[in-house]
Structure formats: structure tokens, C-alpha cells
Nanobody, 115 residues
Framework: QVQLVESGGGLVQPGESLRLSCAASGSIWGIYTAGWYRQAPGKQRELVAA???????NYADSVKGRFTISRDNAKNTVYLQMNSLKPEDPAVYYC?????????WGQGTQVAVSS
């Protein structure tokens, strides 16, 4: 059984930074894609960033140039560096690991941006 545990969320002011971490406990087999999603109140969950096993990355247009996803395969950990946070970024951020045939989700970590 694999569990994903996110950390690093919090309250910051506009323009500040946060770094989210997602650590997988248990064994993840195969070549997997990891991603960060977010869901704001009243909105659908959306993809923020994803990274393949070969380190190919893609980002939502709204975060390009500000957020960076990375991974440490030896530690089974995925990171999301969020810079220049904006008032539209607050949400619950979820980690996802797509390890066919399995799909794992974390419990989410809250990110708030307020002046």
C-alpha cells in the first residue's frame, strides 16, 4: 500500500514563496508520472504541474515561470517550488502519482495568500 504525504503549505503574502513536498511511503514500482493539482472552493480540481519519469515537465499556463516541479526518485519525493505567489493561487494542493495500473492521491495541503 502506497501513501502520499504532502507538506509545506501555509499562509504567505503575495509575492512570497512556498515549497511543497510529497513523500511516498511504501513501494512505487514502474515508471511513474507525478503531478500537483489544486482545488479552490467552488472550482474543479486542476492540474498545476506534472513531471514524467524522464523529467519531462508541463505546467498550467497560470503558473508557468513561477512554479517549478521536481522529483527525487531515490527518495520517492516530488516537490513544487512556488514563487511569486498571487491572490489567485490559494487552494488545497494535492499530490498525485500515476503508477499504472495504480493512481495515488495525497490528502492535500492548504496554500493561502493574503496581504
Amino acid at each position: 500500500q502506497v501513501q502520499l504525504v504532502e507538506s509545506g503549505g501555509g499562509l504567505v503574502q503575495p509575492g512570497e514563496s512556498l515549497r511543497l513536498s510529497c513523500a511516498a511511503s511504501g513501494s512505487i514500482w514502474g515508471i511513474y508520472t507525478a503531478g500537483w493539482y489544486r482545488q479552490a472552493p467552488g472550482k474543479q480540481r486542476e492540474l498545476v504541474a506534472a513531471i514524467t519519469y524522464g523529467d519531462k515537465m508541463n505546467y498550467a499556463d497560470s503558473v508557468k515561470g513561477r512554479f517549478t516541479i521536481s522529483r527525487d526518485n531515490a527518495k520517492n519525493t516530488v516537490y513544487l517550488q512556488m514563487n511569486s505567489l498571487k491572490p489567485e493561487d490559494p487552494a488545497v494542493y494535492y499530490c498525485n502519482v500515476d503508477d499504472p495500473p495504480y493512481d495515488y492521491w495525497g490528502q492535500g495541503t492548504q496554500v493561502a495568500v493574503s496581504s
